[in-house]
């Protein structure tokens, strides 16, 4: 008699499967990811218990993700933040709203934004543009800013920094004022937590450096490398300003060279947190940046939360989970290269 019982029922199948499916899963060494040491012999096998947690936001997050600025005012606008906001709470995750611009004029669309029945207690941000600052300063109207959070019920409000993607779309906000200064005004006048972003080309060092000076709430980096607004806005353009204005899509900084520029700063700054965003593809780049981080991070990502809300709940809850199942497996097995 066997000294355990055998539960293993699909056994044969499972072997069945091995065989068969063998050929197919040959790896070349090109395909290794070079940025971590595999370490199977330090751990146990992950479970549902894996502390993934992190304190950001002035917030437990269960897991250390944020869902990026995205979309209002169109169509299909409100289920799509419905399923991302309802994702924060099921998961314990935090999340900025699209560009409530509209909202600063009219109502029409305040139900696309209004997601904070679905998410209560969650880290939730408001958006509005470098653009609408200037304005509300020149107008001496920056209450409107407070009321937009207000009315949102919003912990606070995140200004996008875009001169590229105004520059190169056709109905392009101007503005002349520096970025940092009217945030600084923005500061000063209301009691708002803010959170400051660029919306797919990144930061370089000086701008990083004079954004962390400021007493913001985080900086989310929305960084080169995924969703490109100076191309998005190209693509929407005639094709001689398409074809000729391209070399200006491909500036920027990614995450990555970001994370350096962010490390070399005198820590502490009065910005200590960062969202590490823009072209993060899965949850090692995340789990790779965040460890390479000095400062306490958390990532984010945009279209790729994107493309699973438009398909459903469901099939976004299925993305998370699994994004989690790598996160846990990351923290188990992987040690960063440095
Ligand atoms: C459909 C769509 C709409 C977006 N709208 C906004 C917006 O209104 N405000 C903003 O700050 N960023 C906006 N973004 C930029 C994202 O927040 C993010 O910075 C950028 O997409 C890079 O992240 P990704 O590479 O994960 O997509 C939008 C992105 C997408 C894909």
Redesign the pocket.
Known sequence: MSVFEDKDSTAKERKADHIKLAFESQLNEQALDQRFYYEPALTGIPDSNTDLSKYFLNHRFEIPMWI?????GTERAKKINENLARACHDYGMGM??????SLLTSNEFFEDFNVRKWMPGRPLYA?L?IAQLAQLIDGNKLHLAEKLVEDLEANGL???I?PLQEYLQPEGDMYTAKPVEMLEQLLDKTRLSVIV????QGFGPESIRQLMQLPIAAL????S?????AL?ELLRAEASKKEQLLPLAQLGHSAGEMISFVNELPHPMACSQIII????QNFLDGFYLMNKSKVPAIY???????KHALEGYDQLCIYIENQIAGLRAAQAFLKIKD
Do not use: P, W, Y
Not at 68 to 72: A, I, K, Q, R
Not at 277 to 280: A, E
Not at 300 to 306: N, P, V
């Open positions: 990026s600025s995205m979309t209002g900025g709203l699209g560009s409530c611009r958006n543009g995140i200004i996008h875009n972003k660029e919306v797919g989310d980096f929305g960084a490398g995924g969703t490109n607004f998005l965003s823009g072209g993060i984010a990502q945009a279209s790729g939360f994107l």
